[in-house]
């Protein structure tokens, strides 16, 4: 596959799976290898990445995850995202505060055989918490 096919995988990824929560097409889109490392472990398969977006998706039931730059090249899709919720949900431990979420991130993509193989993000998580009203260090 090229590059624009590898950035419509991801667009998929978002409006399909993130935000629709269509989890169904997974295996079409995820790798079996895919490998996502995160401090709470590793995301593994499709059914990782599945179990990573409904671990958000229970912590943040309204999330809408919107792509605000996408590029591409080689076997590597780089998004810079953006998500809003409400955090009404158990989430690394902490208990739900009702607070709002605004979320700006950037997330690696890389790819094997037309699918996700991989996915790297780069987040601010600190200012994620203080937006949660939580205390990360306690």
Same mark, same amino acid.
């Given at each position: ?12 990824? %978002? ?13 079409? =889109? ?18 990782? %990445? ?7 998706? #229970? ?6 995850? #919107? ?12 998004? =810079? ?37 991989? /996915?790297?993000?780069?987040?601010? /998580? =600190?200012? /994620?918490?203080?937006? /949660? ?6």
């Amino acid at each position: 596959m090229g590059i624009e096919e590898n950035k419509e995988v991801v667009r998929r990824i %978002f409006e399909e799976v993130r935000n629709d929560k269509n989890y169904e097409n997974v295996h079409e =889109l995820i790798h079996p290898d895919f490998i996502y490392s995160h401090p709470r472990g590793d995301f593994k398969g499709p059914e990782g %990445f599945k179990e990573n977006n409904i671990m958000w998706r #229970t912590a943040f039931p309204d999330l809408k995850r #919107t792509i605000i730059e996408i590029l591409a090249d080689g076997d590597t899709v780089s998004v =810079l995202s953006e998500f809003n919720g409400t955090f009404n949900g158990i989430f690394m431990d902490f208990k739900p505060t009702g607070k709002h979420v605004k979320h700006i991130m950037a997330q690696f993509y890389r790819f094997k055989d037309g699918k996700i193989i991989e /996915m790297i993000p780069i987040a601010n /998580m =600190l200012s /994620m918490f203080q937006q /949660m009203d939580v205390n990360p260090t306690n």
